[in-house]
């Protein structure tokens, strides 16, 4: 059974770090870019970053340039997302997805492009 299961989340501080993990199960992650989504109570998911097969390319959305950061270990299967500075804006429910990559040296940010998605860790800012 392919699954994707995320981690980390919880509650911080404004101002706090988190590191989010997407480990893959049934599959393997090296044929394929990741992408890290969230989506806020009422609002549509939004892309945040995600990162090439090979982890040489990665994108964020300007919201978190400069304070996350993606990074993945294909030995241990696992995909990471640093997110510091953390802002109440940032609460949400994070979600990894994956898409085949055919060797492409370049990911996107557009939902629409990911068949494979985990079931989401919460993440929520508040002091």
């Known amino acids: 059974q392919l699954q994707l299961v995320e981690s980390g989340g919880g509650l911080v501080q404004p101002g706090g770090s988190l590191r989010l993990s997407c480990v893959a199960s049934?599959?393997?992650?090296?044929?394929?870019?990741i992408g890290w989504f969230r989506q806020a109570p009422g609002k549509e998911r939004e892309g945040v970053s995600c990162?090439?097969?090979?982890?040489?390319?990665?994108k964020y959305a300007d919201s978190v340039k400069g304070r996350f950061i993606v990074s993945r270990d294909n030995a241990k299967n696992t995909v990471y997302l640093q997110v510091n500075s953390l802002q109440p804006e940032d609460t949400a429910v994070y979600y990894c997805a994956a898409v085949f990559s055919a060797g492409s040296s370049w990911c996107n940010l557009n939902v629409a492009n990911y068949p494979s998605w985990g079931q989401g860790t919460q993440v929520t800012v508040s002091s």
């Open positions: 049934g599959f393997t992650l090296n044929s394929k870019n």
């Open positions: 990162i090439s097969r090979s982890g040489v390319f990665t």
